[in-house]
């Protein structure tokens, strides 16, 4: 079982950056896929980006390609999502998860974190 802790949410003007951390711990953390998912009030929880184990291949969705930047350093078992030039839009939680196949359906995603409040005001 993976253990899974988001920081680094926080409230934050349109424009500007925030990066947050999935700090991961249990058995074989640094071997797993992991990706980053987000829920807007009202809505489905959304796929946002993910990478593979090594790190070497990244997958965004459409809408933050080119803004945000998926990264993990498995020394210290983190993983990171740099967000620039922030949107209303983006406003939502933001969950990190883990799984054992590099992909963006959430069901194949078998350990979560809590989730951190991303708000961006316009």
């Known amino acids: 079982q993976v253990q899974l802790v988001e920081s680094g949410g926080g409230l934050v003007q349109a424009g500007g950056s925030l990066r947050l951390s999935c700090a991961a711990s249990g058995r074989a953390s640094g071997t797993l896929a992991m990706g980053w998912f987000r829920q807007a009030p009202g809505k489905e929880r959304e796929f946002v980006a993910a990478?593979?184990?090594?790190?070497?291949?990244?997958y965004y969705t459409d809408s933050v390609k080119g803004r945000f930047t998926i990264s993990r350093d498995n020394a210290k078992n983190t993983m990171y999502l740099q967000m620039n030039s922030l949107k209303p839009e983006d406003t939502a939680v933001y969950y990190c998860a883990s799984g054992t196949v590099y992909n963006r359906d959430q069901t194949r995603f078998a350990s979560w974190g809590q989730g951190t409040q991303v708000t961006v005001s316009s």
């Open positions: 990478i593979n184990w090594s790190g070497g291949s990244t």
